[in-house]
């Protein structure tokens, strides 16, 4: 196992958090209150979370998170946060590669590496955290 | 019209056993992952290994499918570790 004891219990409070965020935000499909447990399951096996799930009638939200443990402390080493529509296209899409210090307008991000690119290749600053990509994909969702 | 209501929310306690169930053997999730690299392998015409020794760490990676292909090989290469937990496996370590 990737993690064991105090690593394991602070993974399913991160995951926890997710759920939280997730349904607190959307409305769900019934099967994913079945699936979330079994991808979480996957993060005990391989210290990484994915998954996908309707958030709409025409957008998905898909979230991986590779997880590392620095000292005792849980930490998102690598992350990939897509808001996919219809076609198929990343209508938005978060990532902390560390390949952008500055926005499309070349102001310097606030939270560097963390970054957002839209639908259409602009870079936007992002805090990195999964509970705000949420926030602002139910935003999103209302506008539209 | 019956108004629909929104499925329930399952509670932390019932969240934290279903996880620690069992329901997923790490032979079905070392699975997924296969299949997941082969579909990359197929779209790309390359195998993961030589993806990942010519794309991670180069800004060619900033792009959706380059990224989840590298978090799923290594996500492959730890699974492999906890269920085969040999120093031999310690060498591809990445």
Same mark, same amino acid.
């Given at each position: 196992m990737p993690f064991e004891g105090r690593q394991r219990a602070a993974a399913l409070d991160h995951c926890w958090s997710i759920y939280l965020s997730l349904t607190r935000a959307f409305i769900l499909p019934e099967e994913f209150h079945a699936e979330f447990p079994v991808a979480v399951e996957s993060v005990l096996i391989s210290a990484t979370l994915q998954f996908t799930v309707p958030i709409g009638s025409d957008l998905t939200l898909s979230l991986r998170e590779e997880y590392v443990f620095d000292r005792q402390r849980l930490t998102v080493n690598r992350y990939s946060y897509n808001l996919i529509d219809a076609a198929g296209n990343n209508f938005r899409r978060a990532d902390n590669l &560390? !390949?952008?210090? $500055?926005d499309y307008r070349k102001r310097l991000l606030t939270h560097p590496p963390h970054h957002i690119h839209d639908q259409r290749g602009r870079v936007f600053s992002f805090s990195g955290d999964v509970h705000h990509f949420i926030a602002d994909a139910k935003t999103l969702l209302s506008t539209r | 019209m019956a108004k629909r209501n929104p499925p329930q929310r399952m509670t932390k306690k019932k969240f934290v056993k279903m996880v620690t169930s =069992? $329901? %997923?053997?790490a032979d079905r999730a070392i699975g997924n992952m296969v299949d997941e690299l082969q579909r990359y392998e197929r779209k790309y015409g390359m195998r993961s290994e030589v993806f990942y020794a010519l794309i991670? =760490?180069?800004?060619? @990676?900033?792009q959706p499918d380059f990224l989840n292909w590298a978090i799923c090989y290594r996500s492959y290469f730890r699974a492999l570790q906890s269920k !085969? &937990? %040999?120093? @031999? %496996?310690s060498r591809y370590a990445i």
């Open positions: &560390p !390949f952008h210090r $500055t | =069992g $329901t %997923l053997s991670p =760490g180069t800004p060619a @990676e900033d !085969f &937990p %040999l120093k @031999e %496996l």
